[in-house]
C-alpha cells in the first residue's frame, strides 16, 4: 500500500514537477532551509514505484553523508555512508551515500553501480568547485536513468560547467531550473524559513599593511582593493575591540531569544583555527561557558555538530564546518567572523540561521556581520534567485581575469600587522536592517506550516534482513539500518579485541577465524542479520575460550 506524507506546497508541485519531467536530469533550486532533502527522498521513492533500482546520493561534506542517511531511513530508505569501493553494497541496503570528491576518485566503480539507477546530487554546483571532480562525477553517473539535481545556494560564475546542468547557450549563459522555489516566496508562504535581520557594525581599524606602511580606516572610507582584505581581518582581530564588543552584543541578543526559545542556539563562523580557539576562550568569558569548537581536521567535527544539535548549549564556534545542508534548526544567532566573503559562502551561512523550527509564532534569526561593503550587497540581495553564469573562456583576444578582482585571495601577509580596532555608531547597525524591508515583517504572526498529502508507493525490498522482517515504511523517526550495522560492527570489534588478548594472537587473525566460523566474507559487506549471528558466534568462542 502507498503511505501518505505531508509536502509543503512547493515540495507537492516539485514533486509533480519532477514526476513530468521530459529529460533524465531535473534541477530543483530552492533557499536554505526550504526542505529539499524531504522533496528530495519523496521524489526517489516515488520514482522507484516499489521497485529495487540502485540508488547513489552524492553531498559535499563527510557529515552530510550520515544526515542523508538518517533522513533517508524515515521513508524507509536505507543507504550506506560508508560505502567504499573495494567493499561493495550490502544486500539490506537500498543504496549509498558518497560525497564528490568520492565519485570522482571512484567513478569507474560508480559507472557500473549506477546503471539503470537513481542519482541525487544534492547543491550540485559543488561538481564545479574543481574541473577533475566536474569530469569524474560525469563519468560516475552518466548510466544512471534518473539524475536529480539540487541547489540551495547561488551558483558560481567561473569557467567549469556544472555536469548534467543545461545552459541556456550550450556550455554557456544562464542554468536553467526546472522549478525553483526563493526566499521571498518561502517567506510570504509562511512556516518555511525565518526572516534574517543583519546587525551591521562599523569600525575604526588602524593595521600595518604588506610593505610596512601604517594605515586606517573605517568600513565606510574608500580604500584600495588591495587593503579591503586587511581592514576585514583587523576588525576581527580577537586582541582588538571590534570583534569583543559584536560577540557581546551577539550573546546579549541570544540570551533575549532563548527567554522564548529555551534551546536557542548561536554560532560564531571563524577564519581558521587558531582564530576559532581565540574566540571561543572570549565567549567563554562573556556567557561563562566554554562554546563548541568544530575544526575541519577534526575527526570527531561530525559527531561535535550533532551532539551540538541536539543539545542546549548556546554557543558553537566553526571554521567552514557548519555549511550547506547541516541541519541545526535551533541556531538563531550567528556572528560572521570570517575573512572569506563570497557570495556562496555568504548565502551558505545564512541558511543555517534561517531554518523553521515548529511551535513557535515568531522567529526571526539575527546574524552579525561587519559593516564591509561586500557583506552590505550580499545581505541587501540575498532574497534574490540567482543562476548559474558560466564566463565565456578567454580567448586570444579577450585578456584573462585579473587575479586582483577576485574578492576571496588571499593577501601577502609578510609584514601585516592588525593593530587595533574599535566599533564605530552602533545605532547605524539596527536589528531593523533586514534582508528585505518589504518580506522580513511577513513572519512575524505566522503559524506553523499546513501541510499537502502525497501519497508514495511503498519502498522497494531488500535482500538479507529485510527479507525476514521487512523494511520499516515509516515515514516517521526511526533508527536508520547503517546506525545500527555500526554498532554491530562496534560489538564485533570488541569481542575481536578481547579474543585476540586471550590467545595472543594478531586481530587479523582472529577476524579471519571469526569470518570462517560465521560464514562470512567481509564484514564491510556483511547485512545485519550476518553482523548479529557473527556476533553470537564470537560470544560462543569465548565461553569456550573461558569455560563459562
Known sequence: MATTVTLRRWQRDALIAFADRPLPDFLAVACPGAGKTTFALAAVRNELGGVSRPIVITVPTAHLKKQWAESAARFGLHLDPEWHPEHGISRDMHGIVVTYAQAASARHHLRRLVDGGIVVLDEVHHAASDRSWGDGVFHAFQTADVRLLLSGTPFRSDDNPIPFVRYSFGDHGEAVSDFEYGYGEALEEGGVVRPVYFPRFDGHMEWMDASGALKEATFRDEVDRADWSARLRTALD?????????????????????????????????????????????????????????????????????????????????????????????????????????????????????????????????????????????????????????????????????????????????????????????????????????????????????????????????????????VPDALADIRSRFAGKRELRDRNSDRVRTIARILGWEHRAVNGELNRRSNVHRITEATTQQLEHRLKTADQWLEELTGR
Open 238 to 470: 580577537t586582541d582588538g575591540n571590534w570583534l569583543p564588543t559584536v560577540l557581546n552584543k551577539a550573546a546579549e541578543r541570544l540570551e533575549r531569544i532563548r527567554h522564548t526559545h529555551a534551546n536557542a542556539g548561536g554560532l560564531v563562523i571563524a577564519t581558521d583555527h587558531e582564530h576559532a580557539r581565540e574566540i571561543a576562550a572570549r565567549m567563554a568569558t562573556i556567557v561563562g561557558t566554554a562554546p563548541e569548537v568544530v575544526l575541519s581536521d577534526d575527526p570527531k567535527a561530525s559527531d561535535k555538530i550533532e551532539n551540538f544539535a541536539n543539545s542546549d548549549a548556546p554557543w558553537i564556534v566553526a571554521v567552514r564546518m557548519i555549511s550547506e545542508g547541516v541541519d541545526v534548526p535551533r541556531l538563531r544567532v550567528a556572528v560572521f567572523a570570517t575573512t572569506t566573503t563570497t557570495a556562496l559562502f555568504f548565502r551558505q551561512a545564512v541558511g543555517r540561521i534561517a531554518r523553521w523550527t515548529p511551535g513557535l509564532t515568531t522567529q526571526p534569526a539575527y546574524f552579525f556581520v561587519p559593516d564591509d561593503h561586500r557583506l552590505r550587497n550580499h545581505a541587501a540581495t540575498i532574497a534574490m534567485q540567482r543562476r548559474h553564469s558560466v564566463d565565456k573562456r578567454p580567448t586570444p583576444d579577450t585578456p584573462a581575469k585579473d587575479p586582483a578582482a577576485l574578492d576571496d585571495r588571499e593577501e601577502q601577509m609578510s609584514l601585516f600587522a592588525a593593530l587595533s580596532s574599535t566599533v564605530l555608531d552602533e545605532s547605524t547597525s539596527a536589528a531593523s536592517d533586514g534582508i528585505d524591508p518589504e518580506e522580513a515583517p511577513i513572519m512575524s504572526n505566522a503559524g506553523d506550516l499546513v501541510g499537502h498529502p502525497f501519497d508514495l508507493p511503498p519502498p522497494p525490498p531488500l535482500a538479507g534482513r529485510a527479507a525476514e522482517s521487512g
